[in-house]
Structures are given as C-alpha cells and as structure tokens.
C-alpha cells in the first residue's frame, strides 16, 4: 500500500519568514496530494491540494510542488505569520484507493 | 462546501462498556465515507472504508469485530467501539467525498474510557 513520509516533525520559524515541508509518497498510482492544517481537537482543515497533472499550485502565501518522477511534493509558506502556527500534515490518496495516507505530521511554530 | 457532522463530540465511557459514534453528510449523498483514528500527537490512520449496503473495508490490524461499521443510508454511517478499554482512547474522525477527490472531515469524536 501506499508509505508517506513528512520532514521535518518540527520547523521553527521567525515571523515573516519562509517555512518548507517535504514529503516522499511511495505508490506511483497516487494522484491526489492535499495539504491539511490541523489545530488541537480540531479536525483536519485542507489548506492547498494538488493533482498529479499539475506540478505547482499557489494560493496567496501558500504554494505546493509536486515531482511526479521523484514522488515528492512540498509545501511552501512565505511571509509565516503566528496564526500559522499548527500542525501540517501531507497526504495521498488515488482513483482506486480513495482512502487518504497521511504523513506524520509537521509542527510549526512561528514565533512573534 | 459539504459539510460533515459527527456525535457526540466527547464521550467518557468505563471499561468493557461500548459506544457508538454518528457521521453524517447533512448536504450531500455519501455511498463511501471513511473512519480514522488519531492518538495524542500522532498522525490520522485510516481504521474502515465504510460501504452504504455493503460490509465495512477494514484496514490491517483493526479487528472488525470490535470496530462495528454499519453505513445504512447515503448520509448516515456508525462506528460502535464494543467493549472498550483505555487504549481505544483517541480521537475518531470520519470522512466524506461528494464528488471529485477532496474530502471533508467530521468534527471528531474525542473518546477517553476509564
């Protein structure tokens, strides 16, 4: 089945700067990579999603990459602000296995 | 956007007791919705893909007969944890698909068994 994998666990960050998170899928049939936002006892919030005929998507600060050839996809925030501050997860899902895969999870902390 | 609702919120339960939690599709027809498991600090891992009219697709490692899914209508799928014990303890998210790939999560059900 599918394996994702989140770098890093934790990411600290200045306000105003940049924060990355990476992520390495291992099924080749994955074609559904969203971004969720995740706040103690809340659910999962979807921040940015991408398909696997796209290889970037932006939205304002929010940006995502997608290497089909290398099966790794990115998350890029610029200009992070404290309200950012969360957990992150990536996920994968495809046409015949809808179910999502999550990775394990990414807190960033932005600090004032 | 669809929208996802889930009951209860928070259940505190003893021992050996069993509880069951409500997901429901209140804009949207759902033939599939899925069943996660989050512990403390942990990521979400899929539990079921549940089936309207059909048996729950369970994932390695949970035990079906202590996870009981019944998905019996388009809007309305149950998990019922039977004889729980503390380390059934988490928080359960469900989730649905009205259309396309995106999925819109339930608020959760926080369960702690005493």
């Known amino acids: 089945g599918e394996n994702v994998e989140q770098h890093p666990s934790t990411l600290s960050v200045q306000e105003g700067d940049s924060a990355v998170i990476k992520c390495t899928y291992s099924d080749s049939a994955s074609n559904y990579f969203p971004w969720y936002k995740q706040e103690l006892g809340k659910r999962p919030q979807l921040i940015i999603d991408?398909?696997?005929?796209?290889g970037e998507k932006k939205d304002q600060r929010i940006a995502v990459t997608l290497n089909k050839t290398a099966k790794h996809f990115s998350l890029h925030i610029t200009e992070t602000q404290p309200e950012d501050s969360a957990v992150y997860f990536c996920?994968?899902?495809?046409?015949?296995?809808?179910?999502?895969?999550f990775g394990s999870g990414t807190r960033l902390q932005v600090q004032p | 956007g669809a929208v996802v609702s889930q009951h209860p919120s928070r259940v505190i339960c003893k021992s050996g007791t069993s509880v069951k939690i409500e997901c429901r599709s209140l804009d949207f027809q759902a033939t599939t919705m899925f069943w996660y498991r989050q512990f403390p600090k942990q990521s979400l891992m899929l539990m079921a893909t549940?089936?309207?009219?059909?048996?729950?697709?369970?994932e390695q490692g949970v035990e079906k007969d202590k996870f009981l899914i019944n998905h019996a209508s388009l809007t309305l799928s149950t998990l019922t944890v039977t004889s729980a014990h503390p380390e059934d303890s988490s928080f359960y998210i469900c989730?649905?698909?009205?259309?396309?790939?995106?999925?819109?999560f339930g608020p959760g059900t926080r369960l702690t068994v005493t």
């Open positions: 991408i398909r696997s005929n796209v």
């Open positions: 996920a994968a899902s495809s046409t015949g296995r809808r179910a999502l895969t």
């Open positions: 989730s649905a698909q009205p259309q396309g790939a995106e999925q819109y």
């Open positions: 549940s089936n309207e009219g059909s048996k729950a697709t369970y």
